[in-house]
């Protein structure tokens, strides 16, 4: 078996155990195992373009509906603020790597926050270095600090009421929180409202 059908077959038995033990809609689980095996079904036609096709797109499915379950993770607004819907989006791999994100925006008079999260994506992998070399994560003015006992690089210009957290999560996750025409705190608070214990449970 050549590689480019192994990669088939391993991608349709990782995408069958993703469907068995995930929690997932009904409708949604049988639209992804429809694709699976539509994939499946190509692969054992030789028709392995249409395989690879139909197992991407299942893939596809799986990052969103992954996405739709980090939005729940999201801070709700704090007092005083308004919030934007969620939003998610996935990428497959054949763009910046593939990978998953949901952000939101908070708002209030001319202060704006966004918090996003990121996950299955390579940016993780450049991250992770910086948290690793403390030397590094303050090389262009970030401080190293604990937010709910989880290490954070906290970027803030007072001057311009401006700045940025940012923090890994178990290693899987990325999590930025930027603001303008905020305080300090205002970055903080955001930050302590994630659904950590959530997240943690993620599969």
Do not use: C
């Amino acid at each position: 078996m050549n590689r480019f059908k192994m990669k088939l077959l391993t991608s349709a038995i990782l995408l069958l155990a993703i469907i068995g033990f995930t929690p997932v809609h009904s409708a949604f689980a049988d639209e992804v195992e429809e694709a699976i095996q539509e994939g499946l079904d190509a692969y054992k036609d030789g028709s392995y373009t249409d395989a690879a096709g139909s197992l991407d797109y299942a893939a596809q499915l799986i990052r969103q509906k992954k996405g739709e379950q980090l939005e729940a993770v999201l801070p709700q607004p704090l007092p005083g603020w308004t919030a934007e819907e969620a939003s998610s989006s996935a990428m497959g791999a054949a763009m910046f790597g593939g990978g998953v994100s949901v952000e939101r925006q908070y708002t209030k008079a001319g202060s704006r926050v966004t918090v996003q999260i990121i996950t299955d994506s390579p940016m993780l992998q450049g991250v992770m270095m910086m948290f690793s070399n403390p030397a590094f994560a303050t090389a262009d003015g970030g401080r190293l600090e604990k937010i709910k006992g989880k290490r954070a690089i906290v970027k803030y210009q007072a001057s311009r009421k401006s700045g940025e957290i940012q923090m890994i999560i178990s290693n899987r996750f990325l999590i930025t929180i930027e603001g303008s025409q905020v305080e300090k705190a205002d970055l903080k608070n955001y930050a302590q409202e994630i659904d950590f214990k959530t997240l943690l449970n993620m599969m």
